[in-house]
């Protein structure tokens, strides 16, 4: 792994579980993937707000839509073996479809490109409200006329990747949740991965919670009710492990795969943009578009209780897959926040020797800042921040324990002095940064209770 990665991989595990406790979450996993192997995965927090039960690496999630990424994969490997072409209409392997339906390709479902309804004319399923759509159920509501003109846009559907589903059966002779364990999880080398529910019994599982509101306190979601006819479009539980080891495998320049390199192009090509303030498109199966300059694929996940990311650079060769178990869950904007660490260190570089040990995370009652060495610079990162370098100031370090401020936006403390002070034993106590000190987390603490807590007391004891 480069150096540059490696320093990468371990701010991004102390920023996040920063993260975590300030968002008032109840668990996340992180997986980060290196050319195909996992080079980390951490999860902090909990897997059960009512037991206490701390969240592993080894629990699994539900990952939702990710699931349409693996269908994809099983429709260009049953392409690759010549059982079906992408402009095939749906309707020569389904019955029972209006005929407008029943006319649109495979490609056009795979890219949500047909007009298909969304949900159908009762979402309940993702609301735990009725349970997921069996086969008959799903017809039925496909034997309607498309919600839109097909072929004129991008339209999510959850329907037209379960009809997937369902073309995948017809072709295979197999039940869905069979053959995709076969032939694509298993054979992706994938081992805490399982299409649909249940799990087979001790395997550790992560609830799912509500918001706190409206109630003034989160609740926990069992988030084990079977996807039925819904899996290929939603069922998938899986590690972030797992999840990252898989998208890794769909980038074209991948050393292993599934599917042929061309099969991988054409998946993850812009097919068409999704509509919306974000210049983001859809290939086949995956989502793709630009943050920090990267170019990035993959795709997102919401189950009842549970919000999902994952997300590879090819260029990079680095793939990361975020999995948090709420149903607001901030695993989207921490996905943006490590394209953002990534891109920095990787510009930056790993931390010279110089400026190595200048590390920690410091505090004043205003807010924690994490000396942060990249190159021949330290940055001096806000954790509190989803982008912790945005308008960081920059230290140049020009003795053992002092520097200055050569960078900083105009209200910071650009030009000024920083020091590190040390106790007899030359451990770092705090560090000034200008006219600010700050101290270690124990040492705040501390000094809040001495000087605040004998008035708060105070005011308990009148009410």
């Not at 029972?96 to 495979?106: C, F, K, P, R, S």
């Not at 919670?209 to 069922?235: C, E, Y």
């Not at 097919?271 to 793709?288: A, D, F, K």
């Not at 990311?309 to 607001?328: C, G, H, K, Y």
Request: glycine letters at 10%; proline letters at 4%.
């Amino acid at each position: 792994m480069d150096g540059w990665l490696r320093s990468a991989v371990g701010y991004i595990s102390d920023w996040l579980e920063f993260q975590l406790t300030g968002s008032q979450q109840p668990g996340v996993m992180i997986a980060i993937a290196f050319r195909g192997e996992i080079v980390s995965e951490q999860a902090f927090g909990l897997a059960n707000l009512d037991t206490g039960e701390k969240l592993t690496p080894r629990h699994r999630f539900r990952i939702a839509s990710h699931s349409k990424s693996f269908t994809a994969a099983g429709i260009l490997k049953l392409r690759e073996g010549k059982k079906l072409r992408l402009d095939d209409p749906v309707g020569k392997y389904v019955g029972g479809l209006h005929q407008e339906v029943a006319e649109q390709t495979i490609v056009q479902l795979l890219s949500h490109s047909a007009g298909l309804t969304r949900d159908g004319a009762d979402s309940g399923q993702f609301t735990d409200s009725r349970a997921y759509l069996s086969r008959g159920e799903l017809l039925e509501e496909l034997s309607v006329p498309p919600a839109i003109e097909p072929n004129t846009r991008h339209k999510y559907s959850n329907h037209g990747f379960a009809l997937i589903g369902q073309v995948i059966e017809a072709i295979t002779g197999e039940p869905y949740p069979v053959w995709i364990k076969r032939e694509v999880i298993e054979a992706a080398g994938l081992k805490e991965t399982e299409p649909n529910m249940p799990l087979a019994k001790g395997t550790p599982f992560a609830r799912g919670h509500t918001r706190r509101q409206p109630l003034g306190r989160r609740f926990v979601i069992l988030g084990d009710n079977a996807a039925h006819a819904m899996a290929s479009a939603a069922g998938f539980v899986a590690t972030a492990a797992d999840t990252a080891r898989f998208f890794a495998q769909l980038a074209p320049n991948a050393k292993r795969s599934v599917i042929s390199v061309a099969s991988r192009r054409e998946m993850t090509r812009k097919h068409w943009r999704i509509p919306g303030s974000m210049e983001w498109h859809y290939g086949l199966g995956v989502s793709n578009g630009t943050s920090e300059g990267w170019e990035w694929f993959g795709h997102g996940g919401g189950f009842q209780g549970y919000i999902s990311r994952t997300a590879v650079m090819p260029e990079s060769e680095v793939a990361v897959s975020i999995l948090s178990n709420s149903i607001d869950g901030w695993a989207g904007y921490w996905m943006e926040g490590c394209f953002h660490i990534l891109r920095a260190f990787k510009s930056r570089g790993a931390p010279g020797r110089r400026v190595r040990d200048w590390t920690g995370r410091w505090w004043t009652i205003w807010n924690a800042v994490d000396l942060v060495p990249m190159g021949n610079q330290v940055v001096v990162a806000n954790p509190h921040f989803v982008s912790p370098f945005l308008d960081a100031s920059e230290i140049e370090v020009t003795s053992r324990d002092k520097g200055r401020i050569i960078s900083a936006p105009g209200y910071a403390s650009f030009g000024e002095a920083v020091r590190r002070s040390r106790n007899k034993s030359g451990k770092v106590t705090d560090i000034w940064l200008a006219g600010a000190n700050f101290k270690t987390e124990r040492a705040l603490a501390a000094e809040i209770e001495r000087r605040y807590a004998k008035h708060n007391n105070k005011g308990r004891k009148r009410s």
